[in-house]
C-alpha cells in the first residue's frame, strides 16, 4: 500500500498521545512518552526499535493486553482505552491474530487443535471449528499436517500453525512479535512470505520488530526511540520474500 493510498483507508487501530508509566523499585519508568500512531485497513507495517525502546510496551497496548496510562486507543470507533480487562479480553479474541516468537503452541495437541483454540474461546461449534482450523491451516501450507502434534513439526511448521491459529477468528489485525525470531534463515523467510502474501489478499499485519531487514518486508516501518515515536518510514525499497527464496540453496527444502 503506497502512503497516499493509506491516507484514504480507515484506520483500524489508533494510538493518540498514549502514555505508560510503570513503578520499578519505587522508581517511575516512562516507557511509553506521547505516542501517537495508526494502523490503516489492509496495510502491512512493522514496528521497530531496540530493546528498551516502548516497542514491546506498545506491541501490548496495540494488542489490547494493556492499557495506557493516559491517552486514547481507538479501535474501529471506539475508545477502548479505560475497558476492564474481561471487555479487552473480548475484544481481542474477536479483532487481534496474535503469532509470537516462541510459538506458544501446546505441544502433545495436534495442529488443529491448536488453531481451534481462539473459537472455543469464542464458543464456536465443534463441527464449525473443525471446518475453520482446516481451512487456516491450508492457508498457510499444512493441509497435509492437520493432525500432527506441534512437537512432531519443525520451528518453521510451527509457526505456520500460530499464524494459521491467529487467522482463525478472521481478526482486524494479526500482530506478530519477532516472528522469526526463532527460525533458521529459509524458514523465516517462508514465515515473512505467508505474512506477505497474506497482506496481498487485505489482511493488516503488524510486525513488531529490533531487525530492519525484517522491518522492510512491510510497507510502511514505524521506528520507536526511548518511548517516543522517532520516525515513520514508507518503504520504497521493499524486501520481498518470495525473491529472497528464489535466491537461496535449494538443499534446504520446506516440509
Known amino acids: 500500500m503506497s502512503d497516499s493510498a493509506a491516507s484514504t483507508t480507515r484506520a483500524v487501530l489508533e494510538t493518540r498521545n498514549i502514555t505508560k508509566q510503570y513503578r520499578l523499585e519505587g522508581i517511575e519508568v516512562n516507557a511509553l512518552r506521547g505516542v501517537s500512531i495508526a494502523i490503516h485497513e489492509g496495510e502491512m507495517v512493522s514496528i521497530m526499535g531496540p530493546s528498551g525502546s516502548g516497542k514491546s510496551t506498545l506491541m501490548h497496548i496495540v494488542g489490547l493486553l494493556d492499557r495506557p496510562t493516559s491517552g486514547e486507543v481507538i479501535l474501529g470507533d471506539e475508545d477502548i482505552s479505560h475497558m476492564s480487562p474481561n471487555e479487552l479480553a473480548e ?18 495437541t495436534t495442529a488443529q487443535a491448536n488453531v481451534e483454540l481462539p473459537l472455543v474461546y469464542g464458543g464456536v461449534s465443534g463441527s464449525e471449528r473443525a471446518r475453520r482450523a482446516a481451512e487456516a491451516l491450508e492457508r498457510v501450507g499444512l493441509g497435509n499436517r492437520i493432525t500432527h502434534l506441534s ?36 524458514s523465516g523467510i517462508e514465515v515473512m512470505e505467508i ?9 493488516t499485519v503488524v510486525i513488531v520488530t529490533h531487525d530492519d531487514r525484517v522491518a522492510r518486508h512491510a510497507q510502511r ?32 527444502v520446506a516440509g
Open 91 to 108: 475484544l481481542r479474541n474477536k479483532h487481534i491474530g496474535f503469532v509470537f516468537q516462541s510459538f506458544n503452541l501446546l505441544s502433545r
Open 151 to 186: 512437537n512432531q513439526l519443525s520451528g518453521g511448521q510451527q509457526q505456520r500453525v500460530a499464524i494459521a491459529r491467529a487467522l482463525v477468528n478472521k481478526p482486524s489485525i494479526v500482530l506478530a512479535d519477532e516472528p522469526t525470531g526463532n527460525l533458521d534463515s529459509r
Open 195 to 203: 505474512l506477505q502474501n497474506l497482506n496481498a489478499q487485505g489482511i
Open 221 to 252: 516501518v514505524t521506528r520507536v526511540f526511548d518511548g517516543r515515536v522517532q520516525s515513520e518510514e514508507i518503504v520504497r525499497d521493499r524486501v520481498l520474500a518470495a525473491a529472497e527464496l528464489k535466491s537461496l540453496p535449494p538443499e534446504e
